[in-house]
């Protein structure tokens, strides 16, 4: 593996609640933040990650994510732009979310059942990735991580507290 494992920052952390940068320059250095981008996802055993979860403020995600049919997709995708069935044929989709940056618990999150992105790969080429299942979650997720929006932003006030709870009670016992 090309890239460098880099840790993950933790929900609370500014560059995680505020929008990214658009990329302009598709250079050497993007490239590599792409490869420790997938360096730092293996490690950590995620599906997807946000250039801002290991703290650069740059639109740029990576994923290695199954489909509905279980199907492996993986791949970069700079300065997204997320498109959603029409809101007549969209169904929504209620299983279980986490995520990197809030380690430890789950939350289920409703949203669409399919999803695409439209965006740039690392050489600034056109890619569009359209997906279904989980990786329609991952989608999603990843683009709402660009603009500084972690899914517990997405949850009621009361199961947001929840997770909240958890991944503090998870913290403060690993610190023991
Ligand atoms: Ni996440």
Same mark, same amino acid.
């Given at each position: 593996m090309a890239g460098q494992v880099r840790p993950i920052t933790l929900v609370g952390t500014p560059v995680l609640h505020r929008a990214c940068r658009p990329v302009q320059e598709f250079d050497a250095a993007l490239a590599e933040l792409a490869d420790d981008m997938f360096a730092s996802m293996y490690a950590a055993e995620g599906v997807g990650l946000a250039a801002n979860q290991i703290g650069v403020d740059l639109r740029i995600f990576v994923y290695d994510c199954p489909d509905e049919d279980g199907e492996r997709h993986s791949g970069t995708?700079?300065?997204p732009v997320l498109e959603l069935p029409a809101l007549a044929d969209r169904r929504l989709d209620d299983g279980e979310e986490g995520c990197l940056s809030v380690p430890?618990?789950?939350a289920r999150v409703a949203r669409p059942d399919r999803a695409a992105v $439209?965006?740039?790969d690392v050489k600034g080429d056109p890619v569009t990735v359209e997906g279904t299942g989980? *990786?329609?979650r991952? *989608?999603?997720h990843e683009t709402d991580? *660009?603009?500084g929006k972690v899914y517990?932003? $997405?949850l009621s006030a009361r199961a947001r507290k929840k997770v909240l709870k958890e991944y503090e009670e998870l913290r403060a016992a690993r610190a023991e």
């Open positions: 995708v700079v300065n430890g618990p789950h $439209r965006g740039f989980l *990786l329609a991952c *989608l999603q991580h *660009l603009e517990i932003d $997405r």
